[in-house]
């Protein structure tokens, strides 16, 4: 069975930088697998960041980027803002399903 | 603007069949490059992907539910409908449709908009 894997929880300080990331029991991370980034606050439905490794929607605030690094999807938050305090999922194309990662707990404090 | 919706019961019995149906507006079931996801997510945990129905009618699941799920689409109507089989209060949760397309012009996949979810309980 294919994981996608990802931190549990990650905490910074407004204004700080943190990576999330992203990995795949299959092997490395690459385009192939068209890595998506996703947005969920308490109550909502999770909302799209990031499609196809690197792009932003229009809706994506700029101090959002991502990347493949070492093998894995990452998502930075440059200069984060206490309204980015959220639950991050990615979620990676393999072979025509789609696989959720565990999700990552972010903590803006 | 392109929307989905999801419609179904809100309360299923244990060992009865789900069937959720997904409106679409705003997009073409038949386009070039078109799907629909289904995902999952039950109460403080992550979604979960369940199957997906693209403009050629081809079919993929979750390999782990395979055996309980049935996708389907009525393009005349615009629709997208999952069938899940003997339901158990393990599948209590909220039930989402999503566009999910393939531009064979950029190469790219988006996974957005989400619907706004069905909350499906199964009573114990």
């Known amino acids: 069975q294919t994981v996608v894997t990802q931190e549990p929880s990650l905490t910074v300080s407004p204004g700080g930088t943190v990576t999330l990331t992203c990995g795949f029991s299959?092997?490395?991370?690459?385009?192939?697998?068209?890595p998506g980034w996703f947005q969920q606050k308490p109550g909502q439905a999770p909302r799209a960041l990031i499609y196809?490794?690197?792009n932003k929607h229009s809706w994506t605030p700029a101090r959002f980027s991502a990347s493949l690094l070492g093998g894995k999807s990452a998502l930075t938050l440059s200069g984060v803002q206490p309204e980015d305090e959220a639950e991050y999922y990615c979620l990676l194309y393999y072979a025509g399903t789609r696989v959720f990662g565990g999700g990552t707990k972010l903590t803006v404090l | 603007q392109v929307t989905l919706r999801e419609s179904g019961p809100a309360l299923v019995k244990p060992t009865q069949t789900l069937t959720l149906t997904c409106t679409l507006s705003?997009?073409?079931?038949?386009?070039?490059?078109?799907?629909v996801s289904w995902i999952r997510q039950s109460p403080g945990k992550a979604p979960e992907w369940l199957a997906r129905?693209?403009?050629?009618?081809?079919?993929y699941y979750n390999t782990s539910l395979k055996t309980r799920l049935t996708v389907s689409r009525d393009t005349s109507r615009n629709q997208v409908v999952l069938t899940m089989t003997n339901m158990d209060p393990v599948d209590t949760g909220r039930y989402y449709c999503?566009?999910?397309?393939?531009?064979?012009?950029?190469?790219?996949?988006?996974?957005?908009?989400w619907g706004q979810g069905t909350l499906v309980t199964v009573p114990s």
């Open positions: 196809s490794t690197s």
């Open positions: 129905i693209d403009w050629v009618e081809d079919k």
């Open positions: 999503v566009r999910d397309e393939y531009s064979f012009e950029s190469g790219e996949w988006w996974f957005d908009p």
């Open positions: 299959a092997g490395a991370v690459t385009s192939n697998y068209y």
């Open positions: 705003g997009i073409s079931l038949s386009a070039s490059g078109m799907c």
